[in-house]
T-cell receptor, first 113, second 113 residues
Framework: DADVTQTPRNRITKTGKRIMLECSQTKGHDRMYWYRQDPGLGLRLIYYSFDVKDINKGEISDGYSVSRQAQAKFSLSLESAIPNQTALYFC????????????FGPGTRLTVT | KQEVTQIPAALSVPEGENLVLNCSFTDSAIYNLQWFRQDPGKGLTSLLLIQSSQREQTSGRLNASLDKSSGRSTLYIAASQPGDSATYLCAVIRDNYGQNFVFGPGTRLSVLP
C-alpha cells in the first residue's frame, strides 16, 4: 500500500464550488505539505503543518484553506473554486529532526470549468 | 529570494549513454538538496538527498554531487535506459527547520531505445 495517499485522484468542478482534497499518510511523519504544480511554474507551496496544532501559509495560500484532522490526515479546501486553480495538487510528508526528506503522494488533477 | 533553475529543460539521449542533469540555486545557504523523479501525471519519487555537509550521494546508477559555494548540483545517470525517461526535479531546503523548500522546474529526459 502507498505510504501517502490522496483522494480524489481526478476532479472536475465548476467555478464557485467548494471542494476538498484529502491526504493520508502511514509513514508516521509529523510534517505535511500541500503543493500545486503548473506547467512552466514548477511546484509551489500552498500550506504546511508541523503538527496537528500548527498550520502555516506557504507561497500561494490565497483562495485555499487547510485542516489537520490528525497527525496522519491533512486536507486542502478551495472555498470557491476558480479556473486558475486548475492544476495538479500534491501532498507531501517529512519528519522533524531527520534530513527533512520529502515523500509525495500520487497527486490530484483538479480542473475548474 | 532563493531561485532554482535546471538546464536543459529537455534532453534526449540514446540508450546506454551516460548523462548529467544540472541544478543551480542562487543562495548557497542551503540545508539539504533533494533530487526527484516524476513520471507523467504521477507523483514525485525521491531519488537522492544530499545534506549540506556532504559532497555527493550514490544510489545504483545515480550519483548526485553538491557544490554549495558555486550553487550547483549535478545528477549523473550511468548507462541510461528507456525506463529512465521521466522529468527530474531538484529541490533545496533552505533552513534546518525544514520550512522552506524551493523546487526547480525540472528537466524532461527521454532515453531512446
Amino acid at each position: 500500500d502507498a505510504d501517502v495517499t490522496q483522494t480524489p485522484r481526478n476532479r472536475i468542478t465548476k467555478t464557485g464550488k467548494r471542494i476538498m482534497l484529502e491526504c493520508s499518510q502511514t509513514k508516521g511523519h509529523d510534517r505535511m505539505y500541500w503543493y500545486r504544480q503548473d506547467p512552466g511554474l514548477g511546484l509551489r507551496l500552498i500550506y504546511y503543518s508541523f503538527d496537528v496544532k500548527d498550520i502555516n501559509k506557504g507561497e500561494i495560500s490565497d483562495g485555499y484553506s487547510v485542516s489537520r484532522q490528525a497527525q496522519a490526515k491533512f486536507s486542502l479546501s478551495l472555498e470557491s473554486a476558480i479556473p486558475n486553480q486548475t492544476a495538479l495538487y500534491f501532498c507531501a510528508t517529512s519528519r522533524t529532526g531527520d534530513s527533512y526528506e520529502q515523500y509525495f503522494g500520487p497527486g490530484t488533477r483538479l480542473t475548474v470549468t | 529570494k532563493q531561485e532554482v533553475t535546471q538546464i536543459p529543460a529537455a534532453l534526449s539521449v540514446p540508450e546506454g549513454e551516460n548523462l548529467v542533469l544540472n541544478c543551480s540555486f542562487t543562495d548557497s545557504a542551503i540545508y539539504n538538496l533533494q533530487w526527484f523523479r516524476q513520471d507523467p501525471g504521477k507523483g514525485l519519487t525521491s531519488l537522492l538527498l544530499i545534506q549540506s555537509s556532504q559532497r555527493e550521494q550514490t544510489s545504483g546508477r545515480l550519483n548526485a554531487s553538491l557544490d554549495k559555494s558555486s550553487g550547483r548540483s549535478t545528477l549523473y545517470i550511468a548507462a541510461s535506459q528507456p525506463g529512465d525517461s521521466a522529468t527530474y526535479l531538484c529541490a533545496v531546503i533552505r533552513d534546518n527547520y525544514g520550512q522552506n523548500f524551493v523546487f526547480g522546474p525540472g528537466t524532461r529526459l527521454s532515453v531512446l531505445p
